[in-house]
């Protein structure tokens, strides 16, 4: 079975910057997305950004757009969120999933959670002003 296991969260400064990790292992197929999601207290859970494993296609959301980058190693099976220029909003739990195509894809959205079916038990990340 998939498991993952995010870390790197912690506590910054506004304008600094977090590297997250998502440690995956157990994946019988190689053609899967990770994702990145955060939620904030009172709040929605929110896609962040996520790297398809078949061409490492990246997607990100307009609120982090310019200042975090999604990247893999794949001789390490993890995917990596760096997070630059923070900003007290990006205060949240984050989360990192994972989608195995192969199923019904068709309404699979790179930065919508539902079809996301592993998950990693979150990381607190907390930006201060």
């Known amino acids: 079975e998939v498991q993952l296991v995010d870390s790197g969260g912690g506590l910054v400064q506004a304008g600094g910057s977090l590297r997250l990790s998502c440690a995956a292992s157990g994946f019988t197929s190689d053609d899967y997305a990770i994702g990145w999601f955060r939620q904030a207290p009172g709040k929605e859970r929110e896609g962040v950004s996520c790297?398809?494993?078949?061409?490492?296609?990246?997607y990100y959301a307009d609120s982090v757009k310019g200042r975090f980058t999604i990247s893999s190693d794949n001789a390490k099976n993890t995917v990596y969120l760096q997070m630059n220029s923070l900003k007290p909003e990006d205060t949240a739990v984050y989360y990192c999933?994972?989608?195995?195509?192969?199923?019904?894809?068709?309404?699979?959205?790179?930065?919508?959670?539902?079809?996301?079916?592993?998950w990693g038990q979150g990381t607190q990340v907390t930006v201060s002003s």
């Open positions: 790297i398809t494993s078949s061409d490492g296609s990246t």
């Open positions: 999933a994972a989608y195995v195509f192969g199923g019904n894809d068709y309404d699979f959205r790179p930065l919508g959670s539902h079809k996301y079916n592993y």
